[in-house]
């Protein structure tokens, strides 16, 4: 937690200065810092999703659809990540982009859930 | 006359072998229970019976109580992963984690669902069948017996009003029934009830058609006549009301038990027992099945509602009530072949 | 990683001190066109710097995923 913290607040502090004389560098401490706490955080995701397997045991869901919910989260957190970037640079309309992108993928990757649902209520009929 | 020599003038064939499509074959037999109660052997009975029923509820808790571990793990990984997602922007994550879970809680109770209607009609077949075996054969021995040929008129005429009710239940309250657990599933796949008014609807029209059926049964003019003088006695109120006690059927179980308790008492002879036994037996066991799922259905709800979605807690208590709605189905088709039994006694022999 | 971290913050924010700082110094000395050629050779260090490390981190988070 400490690495982190003072990684935010160190670069924070530099960009602040650095953003008067030469701006773009700003950024890429932005950039730099947000890819190392980034760095952090997968490890920590990493435990997390492990756990989250256990729990796959006993559920028995078909392998297919654990796949599908673990592309999902990590295109979440890649669409969060470089959308936030492009914020800080001062790119909204980039960061929109993105962000619309990966919420249509995650959409196209969540049909066939929906339709193994449907099948399945269907075989009640 | 000697009882065995007596007993084998009639043909039990067609009953042993409903009581074969029953389950109950290898382990019972017709003319061997009749046997035992025309000789009053009732402990020997009382065992039959007993060692029957452990059997067959022992393997049925088993596969409740797994279905109930399954279900709350679903519901435990889905409110898991929503809390995980909850860190994203995104809400899509969450959405799609619940869809994957609900989809596997729907699997299960639509795997139980279709089950529990298997062993509806399944009795009701049976109850059909062995109304068409043992109706006419009872009949004729009682004419055989008393030597009145009223029995055979009356026989026709009781015979279509509960092969009518029965088939209506096959026709229109079974599909009814598993119409209204898809819409319930089906309203809680988005997050906004869009089917809601619609199961509200179903579920409506259920409770009516049975409501509406407990009283066709019972209303019968032939059935009031026969049984008002007998209720004077107070024994039948005292059970009435203990019966009544039961939780989620009692109350309807208490409106018929008059009726029941009454033409109880009409039944007179060992044969006519005979048949009621084996009634119970062949209908005890399917109601004891959908009983027990209907009440593990909602102990999962109650045990799942402090941490799942809403969602899932209503499918489970949708499914519960899909269950107690085919255990009352089944029992007001018992409750009018006992009350036929019963009549056809008092038609023939003219006793009260 | 945590020292290669704050490391690279530093170090990226050294080369911007030093691109602005040799700027200044070219701009005093009227030789503009030159600070130009600095800062787009900062921006390609700093480059060099950090694009391996994304695409370090990327390639962890597609083996994570599974994407």
Known sequence: MFQVAITAIAAALLAVQLKQAKPEYGVYIGLAAGVVILWFTTDQIGQVLSSIELLEQYVQIDAVYWSVLLKITGITYLSEFAGNIC????????????????????MALGIPVVLALLETIESLM | MEAGTFLDQFDFTKIEEILNQCGLGDRLSFSGLVGTIVRGNWVELKEMLQSYF??????????????????????????VFTTFSSVFRNSQIAENGFLVSYLFLVSLVIASVILSVGIASDVLQTLLTFMRAFIPAFS???????????ALVYDQTIFMICYGVEYGMNLFVIPLVEMNVLLCITNHIS?????????????????????????????????????VPLLQSRKISLVQKAIGVIPGIGDGVEAVSDIVLGTGMLIQN????????????????????????????????????????KRMVETLACAGRAARFLLKMVFVCCVLLFITVALICTAVTGKF | MAGL????????????ILVSVIGQVL???????????????????????????????FDTIRRLFAI
Not at chain 1, 94 to 103: H, I, P
Not at chain 2, 214 to 224: D, E, K, T
Not at chain 3, 28 to 52: M, Q, R
């Open chain 1, 87 to 106: 914020r800080d640079a001062g790119y909204q309309a980039l960061a929109g982009q993105v962000e619309l992108f990966a919420k249509i993928l995650i």
């Open chain 2, 270 to 309: 060992a044969m006519g027992a005979g048949a009621l036994i084996v009634l119970v037996l062949c209908c005890a066991v399917p109601l004891g099945k959908l009983a027990l799922t209907a009440l593990m259905y909602q102990l999962a709800a109650a045990v799942i509602q402090p941490v799942a979605d």
């Open chain 2, 54 to 79: 452990g059997q067959v509820f022992l393997g049925d808790l088993v596969y409740n109580r797994e279905i109930l571990v399954q279900a709350m793990a679903a519901a435990v990984f889905s409110a």
């Open chain 2, 191 to 227: 997050k906004d009830g869009l089917l809601e008014k619609l199961e509200g609807l179903s579920e409506s029209v259920l409770n009516w058609a049975m409501k509406s059926m407990l009283m066709a049964v019972i209303g019968i003019q032939m059935i009031q006549n026969l049984v």
């Open chain 3, 27 to 57: 701009k005093y000395s009227g030789k503009d066109e030159h600070a130009f050629l600095v800062s787009l050779a900062g921006l390609l260090l700093v480059l060099f710097w950090i694009v391996p490390y994304i695409s370090d981190l």
């Open chain 2, 140 to 150: 004729l021995a009682l004419t055989f017996t008393t030597g009145s040929g009223g």
């Open chain 3, 5 to 16: 971290g704050i490391d690279l913050i530093f170090r990226i924010a050294a080369v911007g």
